[in-house]
């Protein structure tokens, strides 16, 4: 009975604070409906930003705040230690493991997902009924990081070869003749490289829709242009076909780079880090959630942060760029 009054009660303040905030809403919207004359304009401001700025400062602008003030603190967030957390990033020895993987990721993962989406682009719209084809390899983007690495652990899966497979791959290394395959999430280094199967088979639909939509955007009379010079084939891809969307394979390549950055979800799903597969997204959470080291974990989401701006405003100069040429 205690508990279900608990629960209640519980359930009653959540009820309570969206009808709080739900009010303070409509009554701003009233206010900004009745304002008229100079009023009228910054209360339009208010009404349709305010809500937003708030929400934006509390979910992102103070957290980051606090992330980087903790980040110069020791363990229990109580005493400022300076730069030694991010010193401990990059000199501690053991720390090189996860630093090394993730710029493995950062370079693997993206090229080999664009150059694939842009082969996939080229291949498929030259097809009858591309769009079911299209449909099927941009499928694995409506999958959960955690959904690909179960699937993909299944496929990995290794037991005794005396035994019944279980695991795709151990089973097809059977056939073509190998009889003891490796037991592969723990076949270091190459199972950082499988690890990163997984994100390029996600990531190869959303490259290979960006720049089929591209590549469909080439007006033909440039096209139509270069073949009467006598551009065919592979001239006319490289000659024509890439400068023509050279903006949106680097827009599609620093997405991609963005997204493995921040991957935590498959290396904390198919190995936890384990097996020299640790990257930096993971380590954080390792030190902040497990080890509870306020002070490292803020650090290396600072690190993550700063390594993610660079690229996302490249990206904006690079779309700037596109739509002054248009």
Do not use: C, H
Request: charged share 10%; no cysteine.
């Amino acid at each position: 009975m205690e508990e279900l009054t608990a629960g209640l009660t519980k359930v009653g303040t959540g009820v309570a604070a969206v009808a709080i905030v739900l009010g303070l809403l409509l009554l701003i919207f009233f206010i900004g409906a009745r304002a008229k004359g100079r009023l009228q304009t910054p209360m339009a401001i208010v009404v349709f930003l305010g809500p937003a700025i708030l929400l934006l400062a509390y979910g992102l602008i103070v957290p980051a705040f606090r992330t980087t003030a903790g980040s110069f603190q020791d363990a229990g967030g109580n005493d400022w230690v300076g730069l030694a957390n991010y010193g401990w990033i990059f000199t501690a020895p053991g720390n090189s493991t996860f630093l090394i993987n993730t710029v493995l990721w950062l370079i693997i993962a993206p090229v080999l997902s664009t150059a694939l989406g842009l082969t996939l682009a080229l291949l498929l719209d030259r097809m009858r009924r591309e769009s079911i084809s299209k449909s099927l390899i941009f499928m694995p983007m409506a999958i959960s990081f955690v959904g690909a690495g179960i699937i993909w652990g299944l496929i990995y899966e290794y037991r005794d070869p005396s035994k019944q497979q279980v695991g795709l791959l151990s089973q097809v290394v059977m056939w073509l003749g190998i009889e003891d395959p490796p037991n592969w999430i723990l076949w270091q280094p190459f199972n950082n490289f499988l690890l990163m199967i997984i994100m390029i088979w996600i990531q190869v639909g959303f490259a290979m829709v960006v720049l089929s939509a591209a590549i469909k955007a080439i007006p033909s009379d440039v096209v139509e242009a270069a073949e009467l010079d006598g551009a065919t084939g592979y001239r006319l891809f490289s000659k024509v076909t890439i400068p023509m969307i050279r903006g949106t394979l680097i827009v599609v390549l620093t997405t991609i780079m963005i997204a493995v950055l921040k991957i935590f979800d498959i290396v904390r799903t198919m190995t936890n880090g384990n097996f020299g597969t640790q990257v930096v997204a993971n380590e954080m959470y390792a030190q902040a959630f497990v080890a509870f080291d306020v002070g490292r974990g803020s650090a290396l989401a600072v690190v993550l942060f700063l390594a993610v701006i660079p690229l996302i405003v490249y990206n904006v100069v690079q779309l700037r760029k596109e739509r002054t040429i248009r």
